[in-house]
């Protein structure tokens, strides 16, 4: 039953990430990290309260993020957990001139701990799998600059391509759905499980 009510409770972490989140709901937003919980995202990585910061200021200036969740694995070992939610994410925002929406189809993996008997996010990164951009007026044509387009991974180059458009200085090296990038994130993930120290983009837990 403790095995089930863990599973449950994790999950309920995950959705009101994404509810609170995209909400603006900040201060219970807040609730679901530890104090050392980092987030790692395409436009910024850092820790909890900056990456909580920088969405107010996004949400204040019109900036439109949104999440969708689907799946959901969850691997239990003790007080730690790593989790694996399939998610989509869904800009909107101008793109040299013309309104357009882009959707990124991916996964959320995250690095759980209880500590005090209470569930917490300690790291969020998500793995990137493909996106598209498409206008908004469905009579409206864009043409995007290819050498920009090449600069960023398959699975999120266009996410990458609007957020650098609107002022965001965008990762490069985020994991997809395959390469050495996920790969060292899914051996983080067991060392994780294992109890042992760990260490993600020059930070450490454990």
């Known amino acids: 039953m403790d095995d089930w009510q863990d599973r449950l409770l994790l999950r309920e972490l ?11 709901f900040w201060d219970k937003f807040r609730t679901v990290w530890h104090d050392d919980g980092r987030m790692m995202a395409t436009w910024t990585q850092g820790t909890a309260d900056e990456f909580i910061e920088m969405n107010r200021q996004g949400w204040a200036r019109g900036v439109s993020i949104l999440h969708f969740l689907g799946g959901f694995n969850c691997e239990i070992a ?14 909107r925002g101008e793109v040299h001139g013309v309104l357009v929406d882009v959707v990124c189809t991916g996964r ?5 701990e209880k500590r005090d008997g209470k569930w917490g996010m300690c790291l969020r990164q998500p793995i990137y799998e493909k996106d598209r951009m498409d206008p908004v007026g469905p009579s409206v044509a864009i ?8 600069e960023f991974p398959t699975g999120y180059q266009h996410l990458a391509y609007l957020q650098s458009q609107v002022g965001y200085s965008v ?15 899914y051996a983080t993930g067991a060392e994780w499980l294992a109890g042992k120290s760990i260490t993600w983009a020059g930070h450490a837990w454990g």
């Open 143 to 150: 043409e995007l600059d290819q050498a920009v387009l090449d």
């Open 14 to 24: 995950i959705e009101n990430w994404a509810i609170w989140r995209d909400a603006g």
């Open 171 to 185: 990762k490069k090296d985020m994991p997809g759905l395959k390469g050495p990038e996920v790969e060292a994130l």
């Open 78 to 91: 003790g007080n730690r957990a790593v989790t694996q939610t399939k998610m989509t994410i869904s800009q």
């Open 108 to 112: 959320f993996l995250d690095f759980l």
